[in-house]
C-alpha cells in the first residue's frame, strides 16, 4: 500500500515537474509526459478519500487540492485557447470576439482568462510541492542529528537554525533572490532557508522524545547504524504532527510563490502564474467591471490553500478523536 | 525568569553578529558591487567606464575596501551608537528606523486594536458551542480567510472600495500628512488574515478546555452555564491564544512588507524591501538587527505570559 | 546683441525648401539645429509656429487665463538626486528640471530652443562651434552665469572617467582623443582633448571637436546635460544651487521631492528668473511605483503622472476628470543578436529571424493604432536625415530555407533576454515575436529579467532586447550602437564599409546629399541582420482636467515652467 502511494506521488510528481522545469529540453516528448500521470491522479483521489473518509472537511480539502493536480496534469490536453496569445482584449466573461469564446474572459492583454487560470496551476503546484519537499528533507535531516545525536550536533543545528529564523521571512526572500538570481530553483532555496529551520525544531523536539522509546533502544541494541535508525525507525513514528505541519505549510509555500512573483521577485513571466495574473489586474483591471481577471486567479489561488488548510484541519480532528 | 532574560539577551547578541557578518559577506562579491555601480551610474553610463575607470569608482566609493576591515569599521561604529547613513536616500540611519517603525507601531497597534476583541470573542463564542451552527460559520469564515493569500485581498479591497466606492484612497503613502483613511485598506487587508488565524487558534483552545473534567464537573455541579464560561473556562483558554498575540508582533513584522509595500505606506516593512532590493547595506543591518530584537523580545513576552497566565506554570 | 552670422549651409537649405527638396518639417529641424531661431525657421518654412514667449525664450507664450499660484503634485517613483551628471532615470532629471536648467531645450515638437545658451554657429565642417551663452541668468547664490560655468559644465561631461551617459554622446565624445592604449578588456582608452573647450569671453566659448558633429545642440538638451554650479559637489540634494525658478526644500526618496519658487537668493537679493513668468508656487513629486499612478490620480492623491503604460488606457478612460495626453517618439525596442557569438555569427541564422518576424502585426498587437512601424535599420522618420528603404516583408518559407542551409533543417532553439525597463510592452513584443517566428521553425524562450539585473548584462547577452531612448538625429544612435568599438555596441557589430559611410554621412551637410548616404548605412545594417526593430513607441501620460501646459514629451522630459493649475 506504502509503495503503492510513492508510486503514483512519483508518477505524478516527476512528469509534472520534468513538464514544468524543463519542457524546452523534451522536445518532441513533452507532449506524451504527462499522460500516465492523468490515471494516477484519479487514483490517488480514491485512495485519499478512503483514508480521510472520517472527516468531511479532510475529503473536501483533498477534493480541491486533487481539482488542481488534475488541471495541472490535463491542462496540455484540455481544448484550451494559447494561455500566452494575445486575441481580442478586455472582453468580459462569456463573451465572444473574433468568433472565439471568452469563457472567464479575456486580460488585458488580450488573453484567455480560463486557459491562464488552469496553465497557472502548474507552476505553482510543481514550485510549491518541490520547494516544501526540499525544505522537509533538509530541515528533517538536520532536526533528526540534533535529536538524537545531540551535543555539540544539537547546540551548532539549533543556533544555524535561530539565525536564519531571525530573519523576517520576506527579507530572507529578497536575499536569496538577489543574491542568486530570481528563478524557480532559487525558489527551493529561499524556502529551504525560510521553512527548514521551523521543520528541524519540530523534528528536533519528536525525535528527542522518540530517543527513549522502546524500538529506538531495541535498535541500538540490535547494532544498527544511528542514521539507518533515525530515518527508518525514528521518522515514521513522528509523521502524524508531520503530515499537518506539511499540510500547513505548502499553504504558505503557495502564498509565498504567488507573493514573490506579485513583488516581482519570483518566477518571472512570460509563463501564466497565478501571482502574475493578480499583479497584471493590479496594474489595468481596478474597475469593477475587468474585476474578473483578478477575481478568477484570486479564488483560484485561495482554493489551493484552502485545500491544503482543510487537510491539516481534517488530520488533526482525526488525530484528536485517535 | 531573570535567569531566562539573560539567557536570551546572550543569545540575542550571538545571533546578531552572526547575522550582521553574513549580511557583510553576503553584500562583499563583486555580483553586489556591480548591481551597485549600475544603480549609481545606470546601464549605459557603466558601459562607457573603461576597466579602469570602473575599479577607480569603486574604490572612489570606498567599496573595495576588504570586507573585514568595513565590517569592523561598522561594528565600532554602531557600539557608538552611529548606525550608518543609507546610500540610497542620503539620510542618517536612526533617523529613518526611527520614521518607519512609528508609522508601523502605528499600523501594528490599530491591528491589535481590531484583532484582539473581534479575534477572541468570535473564538470562544464558536469554541463554546462546538459543532453548532454558529461555531460552523465562524469556523469556515476563518479557514477560508486565512486561505486568501493578502495580495489578492489588498487589489480587491482597492477595487471595491478605493476605487468603486471612492470611500478610502488607494494607496497609503499619506501625501497630505497623517490620517486614519488611507490607514484602511492596509488595516483590513491585514485584519482578514489575522482575525481568521487568531480565530481558529482560540476555538480550539475553547474546545479542549469545554472537553476537559473540571468544566464538565462544574456543569454538573448546575451552575449557570455563562457562570463556568466566565469563571473557568476562559482564564484557561485565553493562554494560548494570548502567547500567540506577543508571537503576532513578530509576524507583523514580516506580514507587513507585502501590505506596506503594495500600499505603499511608509512603513517599516517597506524600508526593509528598498533596501535589499538596492543593497542598502547600512540601512539593511540596523533593520534586520531591529527585527532580530523584536523577535527575541516577543518570545519573551510571550513565554512571560505563559508563566503569568497559566497556574500549572504558575504554581510550580 | 546682434544676431549670429548665418551658417555657411542655410542659404542652400532654404533653395532646398523652396524647390520642395526638403520637407518643412525637415527645414526646421536643420536650421534649429545650426543655429536658427526656431520662430525663424518656422516662419521661413511658412508653418505657423507654436505661439512662443517671443525673444528668444524658449517657452510658449502665456495662455490667457493662466494664474498664478498653487501646487502641482506630480506621480512618480522620486529617486535621489546625486550627480545630474550621472543621472539614470527620467525621474531624477524630471526633479531636478525646475531647479537646474540645459543648454537647450528640445520641445515637445521635437524642435531644439535656446535655453542657458542663446545662440550657436557651426563651423562649415561642423568641427568648430561657437557658443554664446544667455546674459542675464542669475543663480540661486547671485552670481551671474558665465561661459567659464559653461565649459566647466562640458570638461566634465567630457571626462570619460566620470561614468556618465553623457560621454556616448558625440559631441562629448568628439571632444575626446585616442590614448593608443587599451585596458584588459581590449577597449581603446580615451583622454580629453587638450584645447577642445576654449572660453572666448565672458559668455562666448568654443568647441573645437576631433570629428564633425551635427547635434551639439540638440546633444547639450539631453536628459544628463543640466548644468550645475561649479562649486557643485555630490549629491546635489543637499546643496542645490541652480538657475532654474524653482529650488529643492525636500526630499525623501522613495517618498517624496518638493520644489518651491525661488524669491530670494543665497546673498539677499531678490531673485529674478530669465525665463519670465513661471506661476506655479510649488512642485510636489510623490513617490508612486509605475503601475500605481494611475490608481493614486483616479483617488485624486495627484494631479499629473509620469507615464501611463498602454494596458492602462482603459482604466484611465474611465476615469472622471481626466485627460490622457500622447506623442509619438523615435523611443524604440531593439531586439539585437551579437554578430560574433553562435549560432548569430552565421547571417543566415539572423536573416532568417528577421525575415520570420512581422514587424507590423507586432506593432498593431502591442500598441494597437498607436506608434509606427520601423524597419530594423535604426533610423525613424522622425529623423531628418531618414531614407524611406523597402519595408521588411515577412518571409516564413524563405526563413526556413535560411535555417537549412545553415545546418538548422530541424529548428534552432533560441532565447531573448529582455528587462522590461521601459514596461511590460517590451516583453509583450517578444512574446510576438516569439510567437511569429514559430513558425518558421525557430523556438524563442523569451527570458524576462529584472530591470536592474538587465542593466548588468545588457551588453553581455547573446541575444537581448534593449529599450532604446528618443535621439534627435538618427545619426546619433547609429554612431552609438554600431559603430565598430562604440561603448554601446551591444550587437558587437564592426564593418569597416558601415563605419565609413556613417562617417561620409556624419560629415556630409547637404541634406539631399547626406540622405542619398544614409541610404547605403541603412542598407548595410538593415542587410546585416543585426536586429528586429518592430516598431517606434508612443508615449502616454494622464492628468486631471485642472492642469494646464503639461504636455506628453517625446523623450518624457518634463518642462513644468509654464504649468498652471486651473
Known sequence: MKAGIALLLALIWLPLAGYVMFRPALGALAPYLLLPSIPAVILLYGIAVRSWRESRVAVFGVTLVCFWLLMAVTAPYLPLLDPNKPIAPFVAPGGIKHGVLFLLGSDMRGRDVLSRTLWGCQRVLVWGITATSVAYVVGAGFGLIAGYLGGWWDEFVSFAGNVLLSFPVMLLFILVLNLLGQSGFNIIIAVTCSSAPVIMRIVRGLALDARSRDYILAAQTRGEHPLWIMWVELLPNVRGPLIIDACLRLGYTTVAITTLTFLGLGLQPPDPDWGLMIKEAATAALLWKYSYMLIVPAVSVSSLILGFNLIADGTREMSLRD | MRNLVVRRAIQMLLIMLTVSLLLFAIFDSDQFREKAAVAELGGFGIATLSADDYHEWLQKKGLNEPFLARYAQWLKAVAHGDLGRSVEKDVAVATLLKESLANTAILAFFVLLGLIPIALTLGVLAGMNEGSRLDRVISVAAVITTSIPQIATAVLLTVILALGLGWVPAKSAMTDGWSFRPLVLPLLTLLLYDIGYLVRMTRAAMTEVMASQYIRTAVLKGLPPWRVIMKHALRNALVVPVTLIFLELNGLLSQVVVVEVFFQYAGFGRMLFDAANFGDIQVLQAATLVAIAVAVVSQLLSDAAYTFLNPRVRFK | ?566
Open chain 3, 1 to 566: 546683441m546682434s544676431p549670429p552670422a548665418e551658417h555657411a549651409l542655410l542659404p542652400k537649405l532654404r533653395q532646398q525648401l523652396e524647390r520642395g527638396v526638403l520637407s518643412r518639417r525637415e527645414f526646421i529641424r536643420f536650421a534649429t539645429l545650426l543655429g536658427m531661431a526656431a520662430g525663424t525657421a518656422y516662419a521661413m518654412a511658412g508653418v505657423a509656429a507654436p505661439v512662443m514667449a517671443g525673444g528668444t525664450l524658449p517657452f510658449p507664450a502665456a495662455e490667457p487665463g493662466a494664474k498664478r499660484g498653487g501646487k502641482l503634485r506630480v506621480g512618480e517613483m522620486v529617486a535621489r538626486m546625486e550627480d545630474p551628471a550621472t543621472y539614470n532615470w527620467n525621474e531624477m532629471a524630471n526633479q531636478t528640471r525646475p531647479m537646474l536648467e540645459y543648454l537647450t531645450m528640445v520641445g515637445a515638437d521635437n524642435v531644439v530652443r535656446p535655453m542657458l545658451m542663446e545662440s550657436w554657429k557651426a563651423s562649415a565642417d561642423l568641427k568648430v562651434w561657437t557658443l554664446t551663452v544667455r546674459g542675464g541668468v542669475m543663480w540661486h547664490n547671485g552670481e551671474e552665469l558665465n561661459a567659464e560655468h559653461v565649459a566647466w559644465n562640458i570638461r566634465r561631461w567630457s571626462d570619460p572617467a566620470l561614468g556618465s551617459s553623457n560621454f556616448g554622446l558625440s559631441t562629448f565624445a568628439a571632444l575626446t582623443e585616442l590614448t593608443g592604449a587599451k585596458d584588459p578588456k581590449g577597449r581603446a582608452l580615451r583622454r580629453p582633448l587638450k584645447n577642445g573647450v576654449e572660453v572666448l569671453d565672458s559668455h562666448t566659448l568654443r568647441l573645437n571637436l576631433a570629428q564633425p558633429v551635427l547635434s551639439v545642440a540638440e546633444d547639450c538638451g539631453e536628459f544628463c546635460t543640466l548644468v550645475v554650479h561649479p562649486s557643485f559637489k555630490p549629491p546635489l540634494s543637499r546643496n542645490p544651487i541652480g538657475t532654474g525658478p524653482y529650488t529643492l526644500t525636500e526630499l525623501r526618496v522613495g517618498d517624496r521631492c518638493i520644489l518651491k519658487r525661488v524669491e530670494k537668493t543665497t546673498d539677499g537679493r531678490d531673485f529674478k528668473y530669465w525665463g519670465g513668468e513661471v506661476y506655479l508656487d510649488e512642485i510636489h513629486f510623490y513617490h508612486y511605483e509605475q503601475d500605481n499612478q494611475a490608481a493614486a490620480l483616479a483617488s485624486g492623491s495627484v494631479d499629473a503622472i509620469y507615464e501611463l503604460s498602454v494596458e492602462q488606457i482603459e482604466l484611465a478612460q474611465s476615469i472622471p476628470g481626466a485627460k490622457i495626453l500622447s506623442v509619438e517618439t523615435a523611443q524604440t525596442l531593439c531586439c539585437r543578436m551579437q554578430v560574433d557569438v553562435k549560432p548569430f555569427n552565421d547571417i543566415r541564422v539572423r536573416r532568417a529571424v528577421v525575415k520570420a518576424a512581422d514587424n507590423p502585426a507586432i506593432k498593431k498587437l502591442v500598441f494597437g493604432n498607436h506608434g509606427t512601424v520601423a524597419s530594423n535599420f535604426h533610423v525613424s522618420p522622425v529623423h531628418p536625415e531618414y531614407f524611406p528603404l523597402a519595408p521588411v516583408v515577412r518571409d516564413v518559407a524563405g526563413a526556413k530555407q535560411l535555417l537549412k542551409e545553415a545546418g538548422y533543417e530541424k529548428g534552432i532553439d533560441l532565447n531573448i533576454v529582455v528587462g522590461n525597463n521601459d514596461g511590460p510592452w517590451q516583453q509583450a513584443a517578444c512574446e510576438a515575436l516569439r510567437d511569429q517566428v514559430k513558425e518558421a521553425g525557430i523556438n524563442l524562450t523569451v527570458t524576462v529579467v529584472p530591470a536592474t539585473k538587465f542593466w548588468e548584462i545588457w551588453t553581455k547577452v547573446p541575444f537581448g532586447a534593449t529599450s532604446w531612448a528618443h535621439r534627435p538625429l538618427g545619426t546619433m544612435a547609429l554612431a552609438q550602437a554600431y559603430r565598430s568599438g562604440a561603448s554601446w555596441n551591444e550587437s558587437h557589430f564592426s564593418d569597416p564599409e558601415f563605419d565609413q559611410a556613417l562617417s561620409d554621412a556624419e560629415a556630409t551637410i547637404d541634406v539631399q546629399a547626406r540622405k542619398a548616404k544614409m541610404q547605403k548605412v541603412e542598407q548595410i545594417l538593415q542587410d546585416a541582420a543585426v536586429v528586429v526593430q518592430p516598431m517606434w513607441r508612443p508615449v502616454f501620460i494622464l492628468a486631471s482636467s485642472k492642469v494646464y501646459g503639461y504636455k506628453a514629451h517625446p523623450a518624457r522630459q518634463m518642462q513644468l515652467n509654464k504649468v498652471w493649475m486651473g
